[in-house]
């Protein structure tokens, strides 16, 4: 009997809201898994009043569990940054606050080129500089359940991100890799 052995990679993405980042990453192709939390705050096991209301210094962040067989980290940086504003700071869409930073929280010591690299990449295409915090992930903690696939579960519920991006990401493919 033939087991296969996905190799699976993980890397952590804030990008204001996280109902409607969540939606977007789990449609696109290669992208195994997604959870919303809670993520490099100064507190433990926040809720969600705490962090919109307490200076938890958590950021609202997608946990992204990829097949890096299928799709690369900077194909998911790519489509990632679609979806956000990269100059605007502490604020997407009509949300504003702390917990609604851009951030790329990474476990990975060999993603931090792949980081680093697309940013520069995405900071040609603007004239304000890049306010995508950049760090290892320090902590994360799993949203309450109600914000688990929230979309899914209200789908007139409020989200910063149009609906043709969730369409444009679910038919994302990435080309770098050989398709199956």
Avoid at 44 to 54: D, R
Avoid at 56 to 85: C, K, M, Q, W
Wanted: one cysteine or more.
């Amino acid at each position: 009997m033939h087991q296969e052995n996905v190799l699976k990679k993980v890397i952590y993405l804030a990008g204001g809201c996280f109902w409607g980042t969540e939606k977007y990453l789990s449609g696109i192709k290669g992208i195994i898994k997604t959870d919303v939390g809670y993520a490099n705050g100064n507190t433990e096991n926040p809720t969600y009043e705490e962090v919109c209301h307490n200076n938890t210094g958590h950021a609202e962040t997608v946990r992204v569990v990829y097949d890096p067989e299928i799709i690369s980290l900077s194909f998911i940086l790519s489509l990632y940054y679609d979806v956000i504003n990269p100059t605007s700071v502490n604020k997407q869409g009509a949300d504003s606050g702390t917990q609604y930073r851009t951030g790329i929280y990474y476990v990975d010591d060999t993603d931090i080129e792949v980081i680093k690299n697309s940013i520069a990449e995405l900071q040609k295409q603007y004239d304000k500089p890049i306010a995508i915090e950049v760090l290892p992930l320090n902590n994360y903690y799993l949203a309450e359940e109600y914000h688990q696939k929230y979309l899914d579960k209200n789908p007139n519920g409020y989200c910063h991100i149009g609906r043709d991006k969730f369409e444009k990401a679910a038919s994302a493919v990435d080309f770098s890799k050989n398709s199956h």
